[in-house]
């Protein structure tokens, strides 16, 4: 317990899914957690959730596309606890489509929360650690579509590709500036939360049904299940935490062995 004891968290999407697990859990290890997310009724009840158990932490409304409200939330932030020592840039959405089917409005709004937004909360976040006077580390949310690629995430690997490779030039920029702010990315695989509900796949009688993180596990997941969100908050809180002191510009891949190849059968050889 403790792992982050005394620091300031920010953490963008963090009222459900991927993005709360994070909250949940560096709130547990002694953060002061500020959780930022369009919807406000979940944010809201998560952060009092918190706080009845005796966390300290608040929501704060959030589109993270927006510049303006990015100074803000920064601002508040200090304001609430002082400083900022975290960044969780969580906040995310997936456009399933092929690339020839996909609008440019699509591209252009998945482009502006997955890419736009961790620039915003890149460019806000880090001076506010800077004026904190300890360091910090930058989480930046990507994927393992941002390592290779898949037939109808292409808009989607290409927002998080660029994270990846967003996140090792900022670190360089950090380290040369010697300000101690570490910057990496998480690359999770078939983590099991609400996401796949919002991208129906095609059925061959043409119907949409919501995508299975089970089935999908089964088929292309060494481990043969999906992660948990709680999975990919131990290694956000791993990054977060002076354990990973040592670590910048470097890939946290969380996918259950998907990157590393396939199990293959063995005994039918």
Request: glycine share 14%; hydrophobic share 45%.
């Amino acid at each position: 317990m403790g792992q982050v004891e005394g620091k300031v968290a920010l953490i963008t999407g963090g009222a459900s899914g991927i993005g709360a697990a994070c909250a949940e859990t560096l709130a547990r290890e002694g953060a002061k957690v500020v959780l930022t997310d369009l919807d406000g009724a979940r944010g809201e009840a998560l952060a009092a959730k918190l706080r009845s158990a005796g966390r300290e932490a608040r929501f704060l409304h959030q589109d993270v596309t927006d510049e303006g409200r990015w100074a803000e939330v920064v601002a508040e932030t200090e304001r609430l606890f002082g400083g900022l020592h975290v960044l969780v840039a969580n906040a995310g959405i997936a456009v399933m489509a092929a690339v020839f089917d996909m609008t440019l409005a699509d591209w252009r709004r998945q482009t502006a929360v997955n890419l736009d937004g961790v620039f915003l909360s890149v460019k806000h976040a880090v001076p506010a650690m800077r004026r904190a006077g300890r360091g910090g580390s930058v989480v930046l949310m990507s994927s393992v579509a941002g390592l290779r690629g898949s037939a109808g995430l292409a808009g989607y690997s290409a927002t998080k590709g660029a994270v990846r490779l967003f996140a090792k030039s900022v670190a360089m920029e950090c380290a040369a500036a010697r300000d101690g702010v570490r910057v990496n990315s998480v690359h999770p695989g078939i983590i099991e939360t609400a996401i796949w509900g919002k991208m129906p796949a095609g059925l061959p009688d043409g119907r949409n049904a919501p995508l299975d993180p089970q089935a999908i596990a089964a088929q292309g997941v060494p481990l043969g299940e999906p992660g948990q969100a709680s999975d990919v908050a131990d290694g956000v809180l791993f990054l977060a935490s002076d354990a990973s002191r040592h670590m910048t510009g470097s890939e946290l891949v969380i996918d259950g062995g998907m990157t590393a190849g396939r199990v293959g059968n063995l005994a039918a050889r």
